[in-house]
C-alpha cells in the first residue's frame, strides 16, 4: 500500500506514517494485507460495527466496497504522541443504490499501537446522524425533521 496523496500530512513517527499512507491507498486487493497493520486480536469499532480481530475487521473493510462506489480517505490532520494517535478525515464516496453524488463524512480515529506499531484498537469517530442518515432518501428527511425539533 502506498500513499494516494504525497502531500498529505505525515507523522514523524515512522508508524504512524505507514498507517497512514495505507489507510489513503486502501483498495479491496489490500484488505488481505490488513494483518500488516493491525494486531491478531486488534479491536475495531465504528458507528456501526464493533468486531475483534483481523478477520474481522476485514470483513468490515470489504462489505464497505461492496456497499459503497469508489470509497476513499483522505486523512487531513495527524496527532501522534507515544503509542497513540489521533487521525482526521474525509471519507468520500457514493452510494450504489441511492443518490449517485459524491458524499463526504467527516470524521476521526483513535488508534493505539504496540510496541512494533501494529493497531490494536482503532476507534472511529463521526456522527451517522448528520454524515449518513440525513442524506439518504426518506430517512434523511425524517432526520432534518428531528433535528429541527430538538433545536427549536
Same mark, same amino acid.
Given at each position: 500500500?502506498?500513499?494516494?496523496?504525497?502531500?498529505?500530512?505525515?507523522?514523524? =513517527? %515512522?508508524?504512524?506514517?505507514?498507517? *497512514?499512507?495505507?489507510? &489513503?491507498?486502501? !483498495? %479491496?486487493? =489490500?484488505?488481505?494485507? +490488513?494483518?500488516?497493520?493491525?494486531?491478531?486480536?486488534?479491536? @475495531?469499532?465504528? %458507528? @456501526?460495527?464493533?468486531?475483534?480481530?483481523?478477520?474481522?475487521?476485514?470483513?468490515?473493510?470489504?462489505?464497505?466496497? *461492496?456497499?459503497? &462506489?469508489? %470509497?476513499?480517505?483522505? *486523512?487531513?490532520?495527524?496527532?501522534?504522541?507515544?503509542?497513540?494517535?489521533? +487521525? !482526521? $478525515?474525509?471519507?468520500?464516496?457514493?452510494? /450504489? /443504490? @441511492?443518490?449517485?453524488? $459524491?458524499? !463526504?463524512?467527516?470524521?476521526?480515529?483513535?488508534?493505539?499501537?504496540?510496541?512494533?506499531?501494529?493497531? !490494536? +484498537?482503532?476507534? =472511529?469517530? $463521526?456522527?451517522?446522524?448528520? &454524515?449518513?442518515? &440525513?442524506?439518504?432518501?426518506?430517512?434523511?428527511?425524517?432526520? /432534518? $425533521?428531528?433535528?429541527?425539533?430538538?433545536?427549536?
Amino acid at each position: 500500500m502506498t500513499s494516494a496523496d504525497p502531500a498529505a500530512p505525515r507523522s514523524s =513517527d %515512522p508508524r504512524v506514517a505507514r498507517i *497512514v499512507e495505507a489507510f &489513503e491507498a486502501l !483498495t %479491496p486487493a =489490500d484488505l488481505p494485507r +490488513l494483518g500488516d497493520f493491525y494486531a491478531p486480536d486488534a479491536a @475495531f469499532k465504528d %458507528p @456501526f460495527n464493533a468486531v475483534r480481530g483481523v478477520p474481522a475487521i476485514q470483513q468490515v473493510f470489504a462489505h464497505m466496497y *461492496v456497499a459503497l &462506489e469508489a %470509497p476513499r480517505f483522505v *486523512v487531513l490532520d495527524v496527532i501522534a504522541q507515544g503509542d497513540q494517535c489521533v +487521525l !482526521t $478525515w474525509d471519507f468520500n464516496f457514493r452510494f /450504489r /443504490r @441511492f443518490s449517485r453524488e $459524491w458524499q !463526504t463524512v467527516h470524521g476521526a480515529s483513535h488508534l493505539k499501537l504496540n510496541a512494533i506499531g501494529l493497531i !490494536t +484498537l482503532h476507534r =472511529d469517530y $463521526w456522527d451517522a446522524a448528520e &454524515e449518513l442518515y &440525513e442524506k439518504l432518501p426518506g430517512v434523511g428527511a425524517l432526520m /432534518r $425533521w428531528l433535528k429541527r425539533r430538538a433545536n427549536s
